[in-house]
């Protein structure tokens, strides 16, 4: 482990300021009907539409769409990407703001294990990662996460990047919430997810 620097001590206070605008700001969009500027995100899991806001769980905070995950979409910052096995995109931009579509994984489970390689093997699931490979808009599409299973596409970008320009509160809310809706319809383009 490297010893600590001033890097390290200068960031502390800043970095706790970050998280808790952050905590506002996914408390105030975990508010709005997403359905309204995202047509297909609730056709492939109907029952189970329910955005909350995390605060902070597997290092990471923002609004989970789903109950569950058959699939599931996340989207919000990653704090520690220990987690998740994702390094920053670059660590002098600071955190990057993913939108993840994400599938139950539980190796000892037969039921879910046949459910996710039907998903994953399905031929709509196959044209979304070639569409996401060859658009993925303001996003960088990552796929083949090894290290977390349960992540299988991300889309990232910083968020620097998104807030760049905005200079209120209230324009920031805008900014995230406007890469939230290009991201989820990036992932539920066509209705893809729910053939």
Request: glycine share 8%; with cysteine; hydrophobic share 35%.
């Amino acid at each position: 482990m490297n010893p600590v620097d001033m890097d390290n001590i200068l960031g502390y206070f800043p970095g706790m300021q970050l998280e808790s605008k952050l905590d506002i700001m996914f408390e105030r969009l975990t508010t709005l009907d997403w359905r309204l500027h995202c047509q297909y995100l609730n056709t492939f899991q109907n029952d189970k539409y329910l955005p909350s806001f995390n605060k902070k769980r597997w290092g990471r905070k923002g609004i989970d769409f789903y109950t569950s995950w058959k699939p599931g979409i996340f989207a919000g910052v990653i704090m520690d990407g220990s987690d998740h096995g994702l390094k920053p995109a670059d660590e002098s931009n600071g955190p990057d703001f993913v939108v993840i579509l994400e599938y139950d994984y539980a190796k000892k489970d037969p039921t879910i294990m046949e459910r996710r390689n039907y998903f994953l093997s399905s031929t709509n699931f196959r044209e979304l990662s070639d569409r996401l490979n060859s658009n993925s808009g303001s996003f960088e599409y990552l796929s083949k996460l090894d290290k977390s299973p349960w992540r299988v596409i991300v889309l990232r970008q910083s968020l620097k990047d998104i807030l760049t320009g905005t200079n209120t509160m209230q324009e920031q809310i805008g900014a995230m919430r406007n890469s939230i809706i290009e991201g989820i319809n990036l992932l539920t383009q066509d209705d893809l997810l729910g053939r």
